[in-house]
């Protein structure tokens, strides 16, 4: 569908089967899967997860399984004793890529409750291990049936959370008569997909496709099995190793890459448990969504983007994270910004919304996506990836001085502003907007990107083509970054000037046209298709501040807002000011409190002077995480702090996700003051006091580590040798 004139972004827009998925949890009135409950557990490594329910279950005909690019390998995994489903003692993620299930029998005729133990220990990687072990406390010797149900329906990522389409009868099954393995394999054209599952001890039986074992279990004995699911993709081969908890390792024979770098991270030491344990946390998920990949003949290492469903590459959450990562290591921003490279674009398509020099927004690899249906191989639909990725070249050149890989882009560097001027704004007004041209496209391609994320304070949805307001921040800081390497490596002084200028006059045009008087003042959230602002009142100001944009007169009104009871739940800045229409505390994009927006939002503070505002929201952040497991999920809702002693979780949030993950890392930065550029850091510390002493060690910049030491407004930078 190509879009002519003006399009209002609704859910009542016809789009053909299967239906895309967005940045928002299904809205629709669908038949949906059932979803496993909030007790949920995943478990990810790389772009492979395992989600069950809290027994380890993946009841058929749920949103469960173990997916693997984009591909569900199991849709279902149902351990039975018995007959009956076993009993929940406990159970939780161990590390990002295991998890332990610790059950017990149910009540079953001739045997109570609670007289046998079951423990499954499950892991993640190159396809997937578990481990059952039963043993029996009955007074007497227990005769037992032990079954695991399996089955598969290589379903495409994008249907599972919606409408599945019936493979059963595509589907090859077979399985070995001595019962130690089950077979299943589907192809679709070029698209060949196998799973096998691999029982050790081998099963007594197979019926159907369940595995059976008949147990004797003598008072006190044990007995376990072993179960490898290896996968094949399309060509490749995906083998599990047999793992440990607190292991991280590749498969057998294999560079141990993922331990090395682990090892490399910073180690942090603080006074504060809670601030040691959110970063330990938020570096074990940063290297569980860890991708590698060959580009140009170089190996590089980017981020997925969140479990469960974008264990992909993002363009806009890849860079904010390795924005966000900086001060753990360069490597994260080396990679996104050769992976994005690759793929940007040279030419125009509208079924991808694909425009010369625009850097992708999202990767998939299913069945769908590889065959044509689905747009996103990769799709382009997001107005800020561009600008965002030379922001990230800039910051990156700060950090490390690398001339080399600037001018292995540069290139690309000039190709994306073109793009900003000859595509971003295509009705040459000044500012960067957004239209889709795909009949599969996102209608919002802002970071607000659910079908309402972006609507005027009367809750009214803007008509098509918007212009967010951060977007044109982000427009502002590449111009001046790309100026600031034009004067440097690129030695271009007219393009620097050009650049220059040209900041000045959007900061000018987007003060005049942005700024509201209405509500004590603030920044429009847009303009619509008819250039009249969309009024209402978001955390995306924030991200003014931390572009630049802002002129220092109106920061202290921005601030003001941002902190604001409207606005500042207690746990961090909202998305939606509580006085507009639309807000609601348990809406994507219309009240939550995202943390990887609220680091944008805490750096660009301190940017301005504001410190003591922008600790508050990193203390409100740390405090936030400590009631999960000292990881920050994706969102949670955006209650006020006096609803309860605990945030209310979001019920759909991806967690872990690479942003808010990586979120801490800029916390620290922010505290630290630590800024890089000319080959030196500068630090200019403001630690909340609560938190004490922070000291981490083996931060890289410009070749060479260093150590930075901060308790309040005292700080040290010492080489090491």
Same mark, same amino acid.
């Given at each position: 569908?190509?879009?002519?004139?003006?399009?209002?972004?609704?859910?009542?827009?016809?789009?053909?089967?299967?239906?895309?998925?967005?940045?928002?949890?299904?809205?629709?009135?669908?038949?949906?899967?059932?979803?496993?409950?909030?007790?949920?557990?995943?478990?990810?490594?790389?772009?492979?997860?395992?989600?069950?329910?809290?027994?380890?279950?993946?009841?058929?005909?749920?949103?469960?399984?173990?997916?693997?690019?984009? @591909?569900?390998?199991?849709?279902?995994?149902?351990?039975?004793?018995?007959?009956?489903?076993?009993?929940?003692?406990?159970?939780?993620?161990?590390?990002?890529?295991?998890?332990?299930?610790?059950?017990?029998?149910?009540?079953?005729?001739?045997?109570?409750?609670?007289?046998?133990?079951?423990?499954?220990?499950?892991?993640?990687?190159?396809?997937?291990?578990?481990?059952? /072990? *039963? !043993?029996?406390?009955?007074?007497?010797?227990?005769?037992?049936?032990?079954?695991?149900?399996?089955?598969?329906?290589? /379903?495409?990522?994008?249907?599972?959370?919606?409408?599945?389409?019936?493979?059963?009868?595509q589907i090859a099954r077979d399985h070995l008569a001595d019962g130690s393995r089950l077979w299943f394999g589907?192809?679709?054209?070029?698209?060949?997909?196998?799973? !096998?599952?691999?029982?050790?001890?081998? /099963?007594?039986?197979?019926?159907?496709?369940?595995?059976?074992?008949?147990? &004797?279990?003598?008072?006190? $004995?044990?007995?376990?099995?072993?179960?490898?699911?290896?996968?094949?993709? *399309?060509?490749?081969?995906v083998v599990p190793s047999r793992r440990e908890f607190g292991e991280v390792f590749a498969a057998d024979g294999?560079?141990?890459?993922?331990?090395?770098?682990?090892?490399?991270?910073?180690?942090?030491?603080?006074?504060?448990?809670?601030?040691?344990?959110?970063?330990?946390?938020?570096?074990?998920?940063? #290297?569980?969504?860890?991708?590698?990949?060959?580009?140009?003949?170089?190996?590089? #290492?980017?981020?997925?983007?969140?479990?469960?469903?974008?264990?992909?590459?993002?363009?806009?959450?890849?860079?904010?994270?390795?924005?966000?990562?900086?001060?753990?290591?360069?490597?994260?921003?080396?990679?996104?910004?050769?992976?994005?490279?690759?793929? !940007?674009?040279?030419?125009?398509?509208?079924?991808?919304?694909?425009?010369?020099?625009?850097?992708?927004?999202?990767?998939?690899?299913?069945?769908?996506? %590889?065959?044509?249906?689905?747009?996103?191989?990769?799709?382009?639909?997001?107005?800020?990836?561009?600008?965002?990725?030379?922001?990230?070249?800039?910051?990156?050149? %700060?950090?490390?001085?690398?001339?080399?890989?600037?001018?292995?882009?540069?290139?690309?560097?000039?190709?994306?502003?073109?793009?900003?001027?000859?595509?971003?704004?295509?009705?040459?007004?000044?500012?960067?907007?957004?239209?889709?041209?795909?009949?599969?496209?996102?209608?919002?391609?802002?970071?607000?990107?659910?079908?309402?994320?972006? !609507?005027?304070?009367?809750?009214?949805?803007?008509?098509?083509?918007?212009?967010?307001?951060? +977007?044109?921040?982000?427009?502002?800081?590449?111009?001046?970054?790309?100026?600031?390497?034009?004067?440097?490596?690129?030695?271009?002084?007219?393009?620097?000037?050009?650049?220059?200028?040209?900041?000045? /006059?959007?900061?000018?045009?987007?003060?005049?046209?942005?700024?509201?008087?209405?509500?004590?003042?603030?920044?429009?959230?847009?303009?619509?298709?008819?250039?009249?602002?969309?009024?209402?009142?978001?955390?995306?100001?924030?991200?003014?501040?931390?572009?630049?944009? #802002?002129?220092?007169?109106?920061?202290?009104?921005?601030?003001?807002?941002?902190?604001?009871? $409207?606005?500042?739940?207690?746990?961090?800045?909202? @998305?939606?000011?509580?006085?507009?229409?639309?807000?609601?505390?348990?809406?994507?994009?219309?009240?939550?409190?995202?943390?990887?927006?609220?680091?944008?939002?805490?750096?660009?503070?301190?940017?301005?002077?504001?410190?003591?505002?922008?600790?508050?929201? &990193?203390?409100?952040?740390?405090?936030?995480?400590?009631?999960?497991?000292? %990881?920050?999920?994706?969102?949670?809702?955006?209650?006020?702090?006096?609803?309860?002693? &605990?945030?209310?979780?979001?019920p759909t949030a991806c967690n872990p996700q690479a942003w808010a993950s990586a979120a801490p890392l800029l916390?620290?930065?922010?505290?630290?003051?630590?800024?890089?550029?000319?080959?030196?850091? &500068?630090?200019?510390?403001? *630690?909340?006091?609560?938190?004490?002493? +922070?000291?981490?060690?083996? #931060?890289?910049?410009?070749?060479?580590?260093?150590?930075?030491?901060?308790?309040?407004?005292?700080?040290?930078?010492?080489?090491?040798?």
């Amino acid at each position: 569908m190509t879009t002519t004139g003006k399009r209002r972004p609704t859910p009542a827009d016809p789009t053909p089967e299967p239906v895309p998925a967005g940045r928002t949890p299904s809205g629709t009135d669908r038949d949906l899967p059932p979803e496993l409950g909030p007790d949920a557990i995943g478990v990810l490594d790389g772009l492979s997860f395992m989600l069950s329910d809290a027994v380890g279950d993946v009841p058929p005909g749920s949103i469960g399984g173990l997916v693997h690019e984009d @591909t569900r390998f199991l849709s279902r995994w149902q351990l039975l004793l018995g007959g009956a489903r076993p009993l929940l003692l406990g159970s939780s993620a161990v590390d990002p890529y295991s998890a332990a299930f610790f059950l017990a029998n149910a009540e079953l005729p001739g045997l109570p409750a609670n007289r046998i133990g079951i423990r499954r220990q499950r892991f993640v990687g190159e396809g997937m291990f578990e481990r059952i /072990a *039963v !043993q029996c406390f009955a007074d007497e010797e227990v005769s037992i049936e032990l079954r695991l149900a399996v089955d598969v329906d290589f /379903a495409d990522l994008f249907e599972i959370k919606e409408r599945l389409r019936d493979r059963s009868g595509q589907i090859a099954r077979d399985h070995l008569a001595d019962g130690s393995r089950l077979w299943f394999g589907y192809q679709n054209g070029e698209f060949a997909v196998r799973t !096998q599952v691999v029982a050790l001890p081998p /099963a007594d039986r197979v019926e159907g496709d369940d595995l059976v074992w008949d147990l &004797v279990l003598p008072p006190g $004995e044990s007995w376990q099995v072993e179960l490898h699911v290896p996968l094949r993709y *399309v060509n490749v081969d995906v083998v599990p190793s047999r793992r440990e908890f607190g292991e991280v390792f590749a498969a057998d024979g294999k560079d141990d890459s993922t331990s090395r770098w682990r090892a490399s991270r910073p180690v942090l030491h603080a006074d504060s448990d809670l601030l040691r344990d959110v970063y330990q946390q938020s570096v074990a998920d940063l #290297v569980s969504m860890r991708v590698e990949k060959e580009v140009s003949g170089q190996r590089v #290492v980017i981020t997925a983007a969140g479990l469960p469903w974008f264990l992909t590459l993002f363009g806009r959450d890849s860079v904010i994270t390795a924005y966000q990562a900086m001060i753990g290591g360069s490597e994260l921003a080396r990679g996104t910004l050769l992976t994005l490279a690759e793929h !940007q674009a040279t030419d125009r398509d509208d079924f991808t919304d694909r425009e010369p020099g625009k850097m992708p927004h999202e990767y998939r690899s299913g069945e769908l996506t %590889r065959l044509g249906v689905m747009p996103h191989n990769p799709y382009y639909g997001a107005a800020d990836t561009t600008q965002l990725w030379l922001v990230l070249l800039s910051e990156y050149w %700060r950090w490390t001085g690398d001339d080399g890989l600037l001018h292995e882009l540069r290139d690309n560097a000039y190709a994306a502003l073109r793009w900003i001027d000859e595509y971003g704004d295509a009705d040459g007004d000044g500012y960067v907007e957004y239209a889709t041209r795909s009949g599969q496209g996102l209608g919002n391609q802002c970071w607000r990107d659910s079908w309402n994320g972006v !609507q005027s304070a009367d809750g009214t949805i803007p008509v098509l083509p918007i212009a967010t307001c951060e +977007i044109q921040g982000y427009t502002y800081d590449a111009k001046l970054r790309m100026a600031e390497l034009a004067d440097g490596p690129y030695a271009d002084p007219e393009l620097a000037r050009r650049l220059r200028d040209e900041a000045a /006059a959007l900061a000018e045009r987007f003060d005049r046209d942005f700024w509201l008087e209405a509500r004590g003042g603030y920044y429009a959230l847009g303009l619509d298709g008819d250039k009249r602002p969309i009024d209402a009142m978001t955390s995306n100001m924030g991200h003014l501040l931390w572009s630049g944009i #802002v002129p220092a007169e109106r920061a202290g009104v921005v601030v003001r807002q941002l902190m604001s009871d $409207e606005l500042f739940s207690g746990w961090g800045v909202r @998305t939606l000011s509580t006085a507009d229409r639309g807000y609601n505390p348990i809406g994507y994009h219309l009240g939550t409190v995202w943390p990887h927006d609220n680091s944008l939002i805490a750096h660009g503070l301190a940017r301005y002077g504001f410190r003591t505002e922008a600790n508050r929201i &990193v203390m409100a952040m740390l405090e936030a995480a400590r009631f999960s497991d000292n %990881r920050l999920p994706e969102a949670f809702s955006g209650y006020d702090r006096s609803f309860g002693r &605990v945030p209310v979780p979001y019920p759909t949030a991806c967690n872990p996700q690479a942003w808010a993950s990586a979120a801490p890392l800029l916390f620290l930065r922010t505290m630290f003051g630590l800024r890089a550029g000319d080959g030196r850091f &500068v630090l200019d510390p403001d *630690v909340p006091e609560g938190l004490g002493r +922070i000291q981490l060690d083996r #931060v890289q910049g410009f070749g060479r580590c260093w150590e930075v030491e901060a308790n309040g407004r005292q700080g040290h930078l010492r080489l090491v040798p």
